[in-house]
């Protein structure tokens, strides 16, 4: 097999970015406390400018309702000169299941779109039923880059510009206050 003559990076496009988080489950959640930084992988499940996740409760939690800063990763590779990459930064929140109206309905969807990629979750049958703890994340800021072969007459690699998708604007669902920003 002939290998490709370069690659070629690109930014995505949001629409792309919002296109890789809906098709994976599955990501990374990066976090910090201190002079600690700390990175885990996470179910999670997006929609509407949200990362719906579930975890345990432990110092994950304890850290993330300290410092609600996050940046959250998911990938789709097919190769080392073949994927594609889109970073979140945003707030984590905590929803609190016997909390506000707003908390309650806030649950009642989540647990909706986690059943999505696992029917059984908050069920006598939940596979992971030590993950009792939902929390969502608000997209402050998308960023996405793509790396393919380049075509065999292709003389060199090339790069576009990098540049960040302009951040949208807060949800209308989402805190008012960002503290920890």
Known sequence: MREPAGVSFRVLARTECEAI???????????SFHDRVDIQPIHYVYEAGWLFCRTSP??????????????????EVQGPFDWRSVVVHGTFHRIDPDGSERDRAATARAVHLLRQIA??????????????VIFRVSIGEMTGRAAHPAPADAATPTE??????????????????????
């Open 58 to 75: 432990g110092s994950k939690l304890e850290t993330l309702e300290h410092n609600r800063w996050l940046a959250f990763e998911v990938d």
């Open 21 to 31: 988080l809906a098709r994976n489950h599955v990501g990374r959640v990066a976090f």
């Open 160 to 181: 576009e510009r990098d540049r960040t998708t302009p951040r949208q604007p807060r949800p209308a669902d989402a805190p008012a206050d960002h503290s920890g920003w």
């Open 119 to 132: 029917p059984d979750a908050f069920t006598g049958d939940d596979p992971a039923p030590f993950r009792s």
